[in-house]
């Protein structure tokens, strides 16, 4: 990245449609995240693994585990419910008892949610260079109501989506930070990292691999410099 496209990066504009970004995305994604005070769509089953991870139940698993951990995280930290093994017994939670809580189980998913659509600006701002063509394209993910509605649930896709996001952002910092050692290793250990978490997320952000053979091709002219760095 060349001092210039720093400069454009951190321009003034840039900067203020970045937070016009993160706010709209906390007032769709983040405000309010625990009503409905329901279990809806796969909800059932995530908090029913969760509660068994809080408690260290065995039971078998068709995903990763990560997204499921950081939801049963959330009720660590936040323990707004008295008990935390109404459904470890099951596989599918259901009849709630008064007063529970969705707070602690859905932070993390509505928390991954909203710092998506900033992660998309900064993808789209790398891509274009254009801060009000980034800020309005970041908007079909802000107002998406179906991926709203979805996001803020004790579910799996926001964590998917936004470590996906990160490995994307890192992937094109990897580009554009090739002849910089000191900003292309902190990138490279960021793609690992992001797409480590995508993975142990979900099977399906193995697509994500695609792009390893692609940065191969891109960096191959600068291979030799790099091993030197």
Do not use: C, D, H
């Given at each position: 990245?060349?001092?210039?496209?720093?400069?454009?990066?951190?321009?003034?504009?840039?900067?203020?449609?970045?937070?016009?970004?993160?706010?709209?995305?906390?007032?769709?994604?983040?405000?309010?995240?625990?009503?409905?005070p329901q279990l809806f769509w796969d909800e059932n089953y995530h908090i029913a693994s969760a509660q068994k991870y809080l408690n260290g139940v065995y039971f078998m698993e068709p995903h990763p585990p990560l997204a499921k951990l950081l939801i049963a995280l959330g009720e660590q930290i936040y323990h707004p419910n008295a008990a935390q093994n109404q459904f470890i017994t099951t596989d599918y939670a259901r009849d709630l008892p008064d007063g529970f809580s969705f707070v602690g189980y859905r932070f993390f998913p509505s928390l991954l949610a909203w710092f998506t659509a900033p992660l998309l600006y900064l993808i789209f701002l790398l891509l274009t260079r254009k801060p009000l063509q980034s800020t309005l394209l970041s908007f079909l993910y802000i107002f998406d109501n179906a991926l709203i509605v979805h996001a803020r649930g004790a579910m799996l896709e926001s964590t998917l989506l936004f470590f996906i996001a990160l490995t994307i952002l890192a992937f094109l910092l990897l580009l554009e930070t090739r002849g910089r050692p000191n900003a292309f290793f902190p990138s490279a250990a960021l793609f690992g990292a992001a797409f480590g978490a995508a993975m142990t997320t979900k099977d399906t952000a193995l697509i994500l691999i695609l792009l390893i053979p692609f940065m191969a091709w891109k960096l191959w002219p600068e291979s030799q410099k790099i091993g030197r760095m």
């Open positions: 990245m060349t001092i210039a496209n720093v400069k454009e990066a951190l321009s003034r504009p840039a900067v203020l449609f970045g937070l016009l970004v993160l706010l709209l995305s906390y007032l769709t994604y983040f405000q309010n995240y625990s009503y409905p």
